[in-house]
């Protein structure tokens, strides 16, 4: 008999066991994402006769009760890292059934702070420079993703796979070997926490301060030379390069005078020909020529040509008309005076001939 009995309540609590708690209580929800500090709650709910149930947990028990259908398990500010809720229900007939509520509680870090750990002052290109992100009191860390930021776009991320629930400390690092095109760029670090479909919508974030990196480099030109046809007027050469810190300009042209040593930026000519410009820095210099063409020069030099020429041709013209001119001029000249005697003679000679 007692043997009968005994079995009937390991059969009873092995049907309860196989007959999911799920069945006989509902969570509402089912999974709790709570920030720390903030107010929690969640609702336990059954259909079957019991003889009570209640909520166990480390903050904001609920002692059993009878009759109920829906018992709230509320929490003003929840503190502790470990909570863990159980609903329990003294069925009728059979044992006591229970229900874990699983709770995450998070942290958003206190304090994200990026920095150098070399690199003091300003970088060279080429050198390497360690950054960090100091993180401070965030939970949990299976969670956090820490993204590296680079002027918006995002250099790298870093996950977790400690199973910590209490606050800790991380400090990631981010070796960069900056380029000329990083000077003046800022960098930046995000923690987030992904807590997934249950937690807030999106996920949490902090940012850390932005750091400004400065960088050194050497003068560039986009372009090393610049071909300029130039019209009337003063035109104005543009050296400017691109340098950190700041370049030092020297210009050089065969129509410069030795003696004028200009130290700007910009050269202001009128005349056409080959300026060349060197910009320099301590880190390194570079050459920039100006071809400086004037198609007005050309024309002016083709117009002298042009007139010279057009002169020649009149003065030729002009020389031979005065030599014609000259000669019949000598003639009648002579006609008029009375004949030479041999002149007569030749004309009796082509009058004879004529005879004949
Ligand atoms: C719990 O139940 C009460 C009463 O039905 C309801 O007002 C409340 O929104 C429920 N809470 C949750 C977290 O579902
Ligand atoms: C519910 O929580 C208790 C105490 O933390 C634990 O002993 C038990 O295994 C848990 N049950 C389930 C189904 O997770
Ligand atoms: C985290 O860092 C702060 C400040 O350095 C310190 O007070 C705190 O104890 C640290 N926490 C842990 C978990 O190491
Ligand atoms: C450099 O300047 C020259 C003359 O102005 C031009 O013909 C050439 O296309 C330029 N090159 C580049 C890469 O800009
Ligand atoms: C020269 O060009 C740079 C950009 O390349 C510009 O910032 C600067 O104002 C220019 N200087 C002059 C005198 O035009
Ligand atoms: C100017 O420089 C160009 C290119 O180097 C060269 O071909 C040309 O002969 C130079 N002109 C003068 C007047 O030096």
Redesign the pocket.
Known sequence: MACLDFFRVVCLSACFILRDASEILVLEPSRLVVEYGAKASANCSTNVNHNGMGWEASQGPVDMVENAELLTWTVPELTHWDIKPICYINLEQGPQTEKNLSVTVYKLPDTLSISFKNCPGPVTEEETCRLQCDIQNVAPVRYLQVMWYKQQFRMKTTHFTETTIIPVNKSINLMIQPSRDDDGAKYWCEARLELGPDGPQPPPTKKSDPLSITVHYKPVF??D???IEAGDGEIILNCTARANPPSEYTWDAARLEKAVKLSASSLSVSRSGNYTCTASNRYGTAKKLFIIKSKYRDNIVLWVILTIGLLIAVLLIAGYIIHKRYTPNRRSANQSKSPSPAFQREEGEELVSTVK
């Open positions: 986009s372009n030379t610049e071909i």
